[in-house]
C-alpha cells in the first residue's frame, strides 16, 4: 500500500482544512488508517483512526482534537478524509496517514505507531495566530 497526503496549508485560527490521504491497492477497504501529526521538536503523536469493524468502522480520536476533527474514508477513491475545524495554533504539524492491516483490535492498538505498516510522506499545516 501506498499513501499520498495532501491539503495541508495555512488557515488562521479558527480555520478549516481537509486533509486526504489517497492510497494505492486493490484490498484498501481492508486496512485501519489514521492520522498521526508531529510538531517541531516534538514526538509524532496519534490523531485520529478508522478501524474496520464487521459491521463498518469505527473512530477514535486523540483528546486534543475531539469534537474539532472528523475522519473519515470513501474506499470506492481509495481515500480517507481529515476534516480539522476550528484550528488552533497548536494544531501545527506535519500530518501523516498510516495504514494497518490489523482490523479488529482495540482503541489503544490504533494508537500506537508501531502498529502500522505503511506510511504517507506527510502534509504540512499551519495555523497562525
Known amino acids: 500500500v501506498q499513501l499520498v497526503e495532501s491539503g495541508g496549508g495555512l488557515v488562521q485560527t479558527g480555520g478549516s482544512l481537509r486533509l486526504s490521504c489517497a492510497a494505492s491497492g486493490r484490498t484498501f477497504n481492508r486496512y485501519s488508517i489514521s492520522w498521526f501529526r508531529q510538531a517541531p521538536g516534538k514526538e509524532r503523536e496519534f490523531v485520529a483512526a478508522s478501524r474496520d469493524t464487521w459491521s463498518g468502522y469505527s473512530t477514535y480520536y486523540a483528546d486534543s482534537v475531539k469534537g474539532r476533527f472528523t475522519i473519515s474514508r470513501d474506499n470506492t477513491k481509495n481515500t480517507v478524509y481529515l476534516q480539522m475545524n476550528s484550528l488552533k495554533p497548536e494544531d501545527t504539524a506535519v500530518y501523516y496517514c498510516?495504514?494497518?492491516?490489523?482490523?479488529?483490535?482495540?482503541?489503544?492498538?490504533?494508537?500506537?505507531?508501531?502498529?502500522?505498516?505503511?506510511w504517507g510522506q506527510g502534509t504540512q499545516v499551519t495555523v497562525s495566530s
Open positions: 498510516a495504514a494497518t492491516s490489523t482490523r479488529y483490535a482495540g482503541s489503544a492498538y490504533y494508537r500506537e505507531l508501531g502498529k502500522y505498516d505503511y
